[in-house]
């Protein structure tokens, strides 16, 4: 890849400036501030980007110090680059919110995908860049540290073709990750976490035992428990229907209390009634006597009197006939007075001769009170109409007593009844206390329920954390197990990298030292013909006469070695791909002749060189060997 030109559309003080190069050598000169670091880290950001920092870090990173001066948001650039004979250009744009990255194909003028850029690239990373192509001075290192320099490089090179591992920093970087690891992890205490392990896990099988032992009570109680509401409802229900016929027991008690007021209502007035009917006979009974008629009871009396003598005359028995007749309605309304022959004359053995007598002598004494026909038959109409109301009240009287005979047998049944209703009310089975109970035993267990449930709920509760304890242990022991592989990993590596001085004479190494020594023996004319990098990744150069340790050699000379490792690097990593080199004040530590010496070889012999510097003498080196080159004067 050859650097063909740039164009700074907006970068640090730079505002569309384009800068130009040519294949060998390119002078880009100016004095301190005139911007030569600014276009070098312009053409690494267009290779690689420039991130902006968070934090404290951002306000002095690099993304912050070439921000454009002038309308910073436009901060974008652009670069053209030939490659394999075909011409590109990158586009970039820096801002942190806007950030993109174009390659062109001017050739075929389209863009390419992210794997054509890759293939373009070739490996090329910003690590590599910094270890190969791009050269700066290390001159302000004592000799001590250029020692160090050249013997981490040399390991570097040897580890990785991106050169980023610096051995001792990896190495102390593999020692302090490798305690961290055993800090963090605690890689000691493996036994005691499995020792833990096995503890929870006795617990959470004990835990378990007595929550097995818990749910058997829990059935139990429960089965219990169901028996009482099942008991309960039986009960219920038996008192239900209790309550239901106590409803209507109060119903029919209510009706026949009701039943028992009204038949005694109904006998006091049949009782009202019969007295009534009583009085009212008595009184016509006594109109009969004060006109001298006989009763109806006296006359049946009579009549039955003379039935039972044969011996009294035709006549009398005539006469006997018509005055049964003018009283059978008397007896008929007083049948009472019916009982007379049994309980009166006839019954303690009256003769009948002395009944008739009675009878004549109460007739003569009847016909001897009429005075005249008129009067008899007034007296006889009379006498009817009396004996018919007589025998009207004989006929309520009856009645009456009939209804009130009836409603004293019914009030009698009714209070039969009710003694029978109340006696079955008081012996019927009450089982409010029963289902009292029961509900009460109902409480208690349910209480136990909820005291084993809440014994299990807690012991399940400890169980999740037993169990999350577990996986945290488990967790645990899996990151120990990860940082012992982790460790030995890191072990393994750092043998590796110990063993990186030996592979450095057995592969890569030996190329290196191969490429390195002929750039160094070009770049000081043969003085020096041989880079030796030892086991130790110590650096000599063989002498004419003697092998000469770098810490032995003048700064100048360490220049040099480091320039023919870096370029030897280059070679072996990009091998026949053109590339550039970019030197910024490389020659600052390089006496006049070793200068020149080094311009010549690279103008001769390099794709691209590109020095950046702030003297002369560069350029004046570059006219007094008489070298093409392409001068670029920055104000």
Known sequence: MIIKDIRLINFGKFHDTEIHFERG?????????????????????MLFGIDKQRGKASGKDTYTKYEPWINPEVYRGMMRVEN????????????KNEKSFR?????????????????????LDESCYYNTISISQIGSATDKELENILKNYAANLGSTKSMEIDMKQALTSLDAERKEIISENKVGSKESVIRDMEETAEEIEMSKREQDTIIS?????????????????????KDAVRLEEMTKYSARKENLYNEIMQLNHEIDKASRTLTEITAQKGEMEKQLESKGIPTREVMERVSNALNKATNIPIVFALITVVCLGCSIGMFMANPELLDFSSKGILKIGIPAGLALAFLIATIVKFFMNVKSKERLAENLKETKLIMDKLDALNNEKTYTERQLDNRRANLSVAKESLKNLEESELSSDDYSEEIKELDEEYAVLKEKIGK????????????????????????????????????????NAKREIEEIAYEVRNSFGRRLNEKASCYMSKITNG????????????????????????????????????????????????ENDTKP?????????????????????????LDQVIVFSCHTREKVMADKLGLDY???KLD
């Open 25 to 45: 050598l390119n002078i880009v000169y100016g004095e301190n501030e005139a911007g030569k670091t600014t276009i070098h880290t312009f053409i690494r950001g």
């Open 84 to 95: 394999d004979g075909k011409d590109y250009r990158f586009e970039r744009n820096f801002n």
């Open 103 to 123: 390659v062109i194909d001017e050739d075929l003028g389209r863009e390419l995908d992210d794997n054509e850029i890759k293939q373009l690239f070739r490996g």
């Open 217 to 237: 009570e829990i059935d139990l109680d429960r089965s219990k428990e169901a028996e009482l509401l099942a008991k309960k409802q039986d009960l219920a229900g």
């Open 452 to 491: 084993e449930q809440g014994v299990l709920e807690q012991k399940q509760e400890q169980d999740i954390e037993l169990e999350k304890h577990i996986e945290n242990l488990k967790a645990k022991l899996q990151s120990i197990k990860n940082a012992e592989i982790e460790i030995r990993a890191l072990e």
């Open 527 to 574: 003085k020096y013909n041989n880079i030796v990098i030892d086991d130790n990744l110590n650096v000599s150069v063989n002498g004419r006469n003697a092998l000469i340790s770098s810490f032995k050699l003048s700064k100048g000379t360490v220049e040099q070695i480091y320039m023919a490792l870096r370029l030897a690097a280059a070679d072996i990593i990009f």
């Open 581 to 605: 080199i970019l030197l910024d004040d490389t020659f600052a530590m390089y006496d006049n002749k070793r200068m020149g010496n080094t311009m010549k070889f690279m103008a001769e012999n």
């Open 630 to 632: 392409h001068l670029k």
